[in-house]
Structure formats: C-alpha cells, structure tokens
C-alpha cells in the first residue's frame, strides 16, 4: 500500500445525498461522503482497503492534481499558512490518491476537482478549498465561514471555470513537483 507524503494538493466527489455524520469543525453546507452502511459494496471495499491511511494518523488528506502549477500552487500555500501540519497531502495521480478518489465515489483517474478526504467524509470543488482553509491558519478559517453564505452553485460555478481553464492560465509541469 501506498505511503502518503506530506505535500500536495486536490480535489473530490461526494454525492449530494450523503448523510451528515459530526466532526469536530461542521461546515453548514458541505458535502459529505455517505458513512458506514450507507455506501455500496464496492465504495464500502474501498473505505476498508483504505481505512489504513487513517490508522496511525488521523489528519486530512488533501488530493491534488500533481502536474497542476495552479494545484501545486496551492498546495505550497496550504504548507505556509498550516504552521500545525494538520494536513496531509497526494497527487491524485499516485496509487494512494486514486484509491482514496474511489473511497470518495469518485472513478480513479478524475482529476476534475480538488479533494479533502476525513477519516469518515469527504468533500469536492469549492466545498473541499472552504473545508481546507478551515484547517489553515487566521485569516482564512473565519473567510470560510464568510464564503459559506455564498450559494453552493455560485461557488462551483466560479470553481469548475478555473479548474477546467487550469493548464490554460497557469500551465503544466512534466511531474509533480511537490
């Protein structure tokens, strides 16, 4: 099984139907991965083939498209202002990162969308950059709680435009860099 290494950035899918479950921080409008006994057989296989991420360190993992200058960006950003370490990151290109984009219903090669993978949750899209500045430090846990009024649409819309334009705006690198 694959190691995670501290460093990266991403992206995830969770259905709109996924039931709420509580967590030490809640965002009122986020989007969480279905829980125990409310996911398929085979997302259930991936949550147990991937329970092990989680044993020894229970952090976050923030998946990320590792040949994305916009992602990479990012990521070296989260590492700056995370003076805690409380996230941990992988390219959603590493055998890790396509096995926790399963564990978040996601198919392994959609790297559409950042993800923030919990022990029990994950989020996608605008949901996953408000969830990870919750994590970060001052200003930008109490500017997620400001961005959390903004309609769910408005903030996915304004998401997908970057994300699918990425490569366009900021380019590619050949490998990840981080």
Not at 4 to 16: I, W
Not at 25 to 34: Q, R
Not at 137 to 147: E, G
Request: proline share 6%.
């Amino acid at each position: 099984m694959a190691l995670l290494a501290q460093g990266g950035c991403a992206r995830l899918h969770v259905p709109r139907h996924a039931h709420v479950r509580p967590h030490r921080v809640l965002s009122p409008f986020a989007t969480l991965s279905p829980g125990p006994g409310r996911v398929g057989s085979q997302s259930m296989e991936w949550v147990e083939a991937t329970s092990s991420f989680f044993q020894q360190d229970s952090r976050p993992i923030m998946l990320f498209d590792g040949v994305c200058n916009l992602c990479n960006g990012g990521v070296k950003f989260v590492r700056e202002n995370d003076r805690n370490r409380s996230i941990r990151f992988e390219p959603l290109q590493s055998e890790a990162g396509k096995k926790l984009l399963q564990r978040s219903g996601r198919a392994p090669d959609d790297i559409s969308s950042v993800v923030l993978v919990e022990k029990d949750r994950s989020y996608i899209k605008s949901e996953a950059v408000l969830k990870i500045m919750e994590y970060i430090d001052l200003p930008f846990p109490q500017l997620a709680l400001f961005l959390q009024f903004v309609p769910l649409f408005i903030r996915d819309f304004l998401y997908d435009n970057v994300a699918n334009n990425r490569y366009t705006f900021f380019g590619r690198s050949e490998s990840c860099e981080i």
